[in-house]
């Protein structure tokens, strides 16, 4: 598995936990990635995923709440709305991510992780928050 791909799936795992215990700080994440990372290559992106997630939390939320029809952020699974987060942040805030990449990977995060209905789910949300930032980028 490529190393942003490992850094997914440890960002979702780290978000996984955090929605379970609500308990996230620096110190939390760096104990995370001691104890469940063994690449050291891996670490700085998913580092990167987690804090851009938390700091862009409030916007990332509000987009898929817009994006996703009938579905509030906090009513999704808890991995339906960490993998939308994570995606959703590498296609509005990370401009050397091509959006097809992370719709992509958001995509397959849903295939390894989500129920089988997740990934088209997945992938129809993502695309609404491309074309919503797309029409909208400093937002």
């Not at 620096?26 to 580092?47: C, G, I, M, Q, S």
């Not at 997740?118 to 919503?132: A, T």
Request: hydrophobic letters at 35%.
């Amino acid at each position: 598995m490529k190393i942003r791909s490992r850094a997914r799936d440890v960002a979702l795992q780290y978000l996984y936990q955090v929605d379970i215990t609500s308990d996230h700080s620096d110190k939390e994440v760096e104990d995370f990635l001691a104890h469940f990372v063994d690449d050291e290559n891996v670490k700085p992106y998913a580092r990167d995923l987690i804090n851009g997630v938390f700091t862009n939390l409030q916007h990332l939320d509000r987009l898929i709440d817009q994006a996703a029809e009938n579905w509030r952020v906090s009513r999704m699974s808890t991995t339906d709305r960490n993998i939308l987060r994570i995606s959703a942040y590498e296609l509005t805030c990370r401009s050397d991510i091509p959006y097809k990449v992370a719709i992509n990977e958001g995509v397959e995060l849903a295939k390894r992780f989500g129920s089988p209905k997740c990934p088209s789910f997945v992938n129809g949300v993502l695309d609404r928050v491309r074309i919503m930032h797309a029409s909208h980028p400093e937002e």
